[in-house]
């Protein structure tokens, strides 16, 4: 039996559920969530241009001269801060491995099923993690980055791979 209550939260009445042994409060909540990207903010603003930007150690003492993708605020290595570098275009890559998706988390808004894959981009000491728009993935495939700048959601997803001829 539900049961509504004078007490509001946010403009909607609380219900309560009499339940043996034990009450149910639901109150219906409308909540924002605030983020902040901080140091890493230039790298997800570029993304919705079209860019993709990644850090180097301008350290010449520190021992890994290759690029981070994803961006580091902070070299791992010696803790300096990292600069950016935009990466040239078009952006080619290789399958590293992949993972068909058959029911993505909340907050993702991506059709399922999808593939997520690695891609090993020549001149990274990293592996870096996206989505493959279209077409099955297979490991050492060349693929193409491609950027949703007309409507960016400022999230890792303005950014997609997808098969490439090169």
């Known amino acids: 039996m539900q049961v509504d209550v004078?007490?509001?939260?946010?403009?909607?009445?609380?219900k309560v559920q009499e339940?043996?042994?034990?009450?149910?409060?639901?109150?219906?909540?409308?909540?924002?969530?605030?983020?902040t990207y901080g140091k890493l903010s230039p790298f997800f603003k570029a993304l919705g241009e079209g860019r993709l930007l990644a850090t180097k150690c301008p350290n010449p003492d520190c021992e890994e001269d290759r690029l981070w993708l994803p961006p580091r605020a902070d070299c791992p290595d010696c803790n300096q801060p990292m600069v950016w570098q935009e990466m040239p275009q078009p952006i080619i890559g290789k399958v590293y491995t992949y993972a068909r998706v058959e029911y993505a988390g909340t907050g993702i808004e991506l059709t399922t099923p999808y593939y997520q894959i690695d891609v090993e981009i020549p001149g990274l000491c990293t592996i870096f993690k996206g989505y493959l728009e279209h077409g099955t993935p297979e490991i050492g495939m060349p693929v193409k980055a491609c950027f949703r700048s007309g409507?960016?959601?400022?999230?890792?997803?303005?950014?997609?791979?997808?098969?490439s001829d090169e």
């Open 6 to 14: 004078t007490t509001k939260y946010i403009g909607e009445p609380a």
């Open 151 to 163: 409507e960016p959601t400022n999230t890792i997803l303005d950014m997609y791979w997808i098969p």
């Open 19 to 35: 339940t043996e042994p034990a009450m149910v409060i639901e109150w219906p909540r409308s909540l924002t969530h605030r983020h």
